[in-house]
């Protein structure tokens, strides 16, 4: 059986007019980065010595950029970790039979995903104090990301389960296997592959986002970054600001670019896991799915 057709192979001129955008679109890219290039040339921004105090112990600065980012993966770890499995449950309980259980998480999801995260984090860390709570910043910033990105993450995963064919539950359900069974044991391995990418790319978003803990002093990598500019204008001026904020922002870039990477194989791996092995399948059997008994019962 052949693949549909879905598009024609472009012609010579289309083939032609294609390498043409390449070719301006490449030019326009490297003139622009020989642009700025010149730019902090002429103002003295790519000489040798204002990058060295990037790699200095002396001079405390990779200290402070490598606490502060220890910093960000113990919030953003913590918050990825507490916004995954929440956010689960979440979808979970707004797709139940139940109206008691259905209408106050879907209130929980919406109310949260309305609300902006830079609020939530001024709330948690200045409100809780005053109701006798006392917050620290790390645990503000935690909370913030938590409650914010489970919101995210239960649409994600509502979206990925809705996303199967509803005849392999009628099938489950067929053999007696009660709705947890069916959410757990078909639904879910199958809808975490789907909605992975667009997890991973939420999750990329929420390392980004730890950065707002700036805000309430909390020392994470842009707070360190800021820190050391303060400290270096009182004697240099702005001489190490830019190569400062710029290796923040590679650290950024590489830390997103790891977690990417990570994506792209375990997606990998659960494709080669999923593979049918050869030879026919043989037919299950209730008690192979551990149904124990009849029912579809309801979460």
Same mark, same amino acid.
């Given at each position: 059986? #052949? ?5 024609? @192979?472009? =012609? ?12 301006? =679109? ?16 002429? @103002? ?7 990058? &060295?105090? $990037?790699? %200095? ?26 916004? #995954?499995? $929440?956010?689960?449950?979440?979808? +979970?309980?707004? *797709?139940? %039979? ?5 209408? !106050? ?11 902006? $995260? ?14 006798? *709570? ?14 914010? @990105? ?14 199967? %064919?509803? =005849? ?7 053999? =007696? ?6 959410? #757990? ?21 929420? *390392? ?6 700036? +805000? ?5 990598? $842009? ?24 290796? &923040? ?6 830390? @997103? ?5 990570? &994506?792209?194989?375990? %997606?990998?791996? *659960? ?8 030879? !026919? ?19």
């Amino acid at each position: 059986m #052949t693949a549909p057709i879905l598009y024609d @192979n472009p =012609g010579p001129k289309a083939r032609r007019r294609i390498l043409i955008g390449t070719v301006v =679109g490449i030019a326009l890219i490297v003139g622009l980065i020989g642009y700025v290039l010149v730019k902090l040339n002429g @103002n003295g921004q790519l000489e040798g010595q204002r990058w &060295a105090i $990037l790699f %200095d112990p002396r001079a405390a600065v990779p200290q402070a950029l490598w606490r502060g980012l220890l910093a960000t993966l113990q919030v953003a770890a913590l918050g990825m970790a507490l916004a #995954t499995v $929440l956010g689960a449950l979440l979808a +979970i309980g707004r *797709l139940s %039979d139940h109206r008691w259980v259905r209408i !106050p998480v879907a209130t929980i999801i919406e109310f949260f995903r309305a609300v902006p $995260l830079l609020v939530i984090i001024f709330a948690v860390f200045f409100v809780g104090p005053s109701l006798g *709570l006392p917050v620290s910043a790390f645990a503000a910033v935690v909370i913030g990301l938590t409650v914010y @990105n489970m919101a995210v993450i239960a649409e994600i995963v509502r979206a990925g389960i809705l996303s199967i %064919d509803q =005849g392999q539950s009628e099938a489950a359900y067929g053999i =007696g296997m009660r709705k947890w069974q069916v959410m #757990t044991l078909i639904l879910l391995p199958q809808a975490i592959r789907r909605m992975l990418p667009v997890l991973i790319a939420q999750l990329v978003v929420l *390392l980004k986002d730890s950065s707002l803990g700036f +805000i309430i002093g909390y020392f994470e990598l $842009l707070r360190s970054a800021r820190s050391l500019v303060e400290f270096f204008r009182v004697s240099f001026g702005d001489q190490y600001s830019f190569q400062i904020y710029v290796a &923040a922002a590679l650290i950024y870039i590489i830390v @997103n670019v790891i977690l990417s990477t990570f &994506a792209r194989w375990l %997606d990998k791996r *659960l494709a080669r896991s999923k593979k049918s092995p050869e030879g !026919p399948a043989l037919p299950l059997t209730a008690e192979q799915f551990g149904a124990g008994g009849g029912g579809t019962g309801a979460v």
